[in-house]
């Protein structure tokens, strides 16, 4: 079907975390394919996988050192084509992570730029003198710290958005473009069906490198080094690109929580989706905020574009979490479930939130895996605060939070795997888990087959436009309306009972 996934429901997977096919603790093509099966009674449409290609993990995958195999700790390039030709057959798309921005510094292309400053691919990376003895300018990688980085051989710095082992590409040059449109081209003609673009809008940065402003609280405003007029015409040329297949979905992760600036990738000589983390990314359960940021996304509907509508990634804190307390826990997951599912957009499930995961914690730093928390402990250690306090502060903003295995059962490591998996499991697998909600009728699985079984069935759900969006007090509801069918949906987001007169709203 043409723009498919306009109709779709995405699932994201974090590729180590689902489900592990050999006994080796960290997730694969073989897991995955093994669990086909429960994507499908799920019935969702099209799977997002994290990075799958060889890498030295730094930031477990989106630091990429060959762009055309399978790291073998996810399978065999046979492994990746069984699994894709399985998930085909039953009918689910697949969409590949890709990281345009920067590759790991162990990439050949990498260590041949480092080699020497006549290098042929010295120009492939960004590549500056210093300036007064120090950093070009004061730039901040988005991990802490500066964003460049000093190379003692050739005496130059190079650009990290990232880790330091996430290398920038010049974008500006020619040949790189040309060296990772091959890459698109070799993972379409494999028959991927599109791919979720990684910081898509950080691609090239302000030539005259000037500094960056702060904000009140002295954090950095990333001003000059992203949605710069480069990324923009690399969009389109992608575009240009992928239209050449048919029906390939092209989803953009815009780095910014700000809508205005978003929605400018998308539309039709650009991205598909954009991430609407304008949405995605609150912090409370709040029904103004939540109101006004569906809002301003129905506007832009009018046009071609369409929302994404998602609250968890392997980014960020899981949304049962972040935005549910204890004692309404249930319900508010439900709600906002139910909000995925019915509001105008494509919903993106993060694996997990169907059985209502929550975050992990880690209580010694020698299990955290990410590398935004452990640079965050090794910083606060080195300005002198306490492991107690270090490790407080990783946790904070350790992205480890929604990246535990998923909890398929009560056994052992919740049958993710044999043995240790890579990352500790939540201790919570022996309540938490799949198996235990496929028997309960009124589980959080069972309410989301059942919200998913609802929106598949109702053409307003899927294709209609808002005929009405609207709140009272801390009521939002809406009317979807698709030709003769109109549908309804109500939140209530107080804590008392409340009654809406139909005949008062103005429809
Ligand atoms: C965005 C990805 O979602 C995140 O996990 C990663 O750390 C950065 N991009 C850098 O690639």
Redesign the pocket.
Known sequence: MKDWWKEAIFYEIYMPSFCDGNGDGIGDFKGIASKLAYLKELDIDAIWL?PFYKSPKI??G??ISDYYSIDADYGTMYDFQVFLDQAHQRGIKVIA?L?L??TSSLHPWFLESRESRTSPKRDWYIWKDKVEGHQPNNWES??GGSAWEYDEKTAQYYYH???KE?VDLNWYNPEVKNAMFDVIRFWLDKGIDGFRL??INFLGIDPTLQNNPYDEEGKQIHLHDKDLPIAFEIVEELRTLVNKYEDKVLVG?V?TEEFEIAKTYAGQDKLDLIFNFNLGSIQKFEVKRIFDELKKMEKENQGLYLPTLFFS???MPRHITRLVDQDTEQTRAQMLCTLMLTATGVPFLYYGEEIGMTDLYVDDISEMRD??GILTYQRMIAEGNSVIEALEASNMCS?DKSRSPIQWNDTVYAGFSQIKPWICVNENYTKINVECQSREVDSMLQYYKNMIRIRKKYKALYKGNYELLDRRNDVLFFIRKYKEQRIGVFFNFGIKQDTLHLESLSI
């Open positions: 994290t930031d477990n989106y630091d992570d990281v921005n920067h988005y991990f958005a990232f880790a996430q990684d910081v992760e780095g990634s392997h980014d590398v935004q992205r």
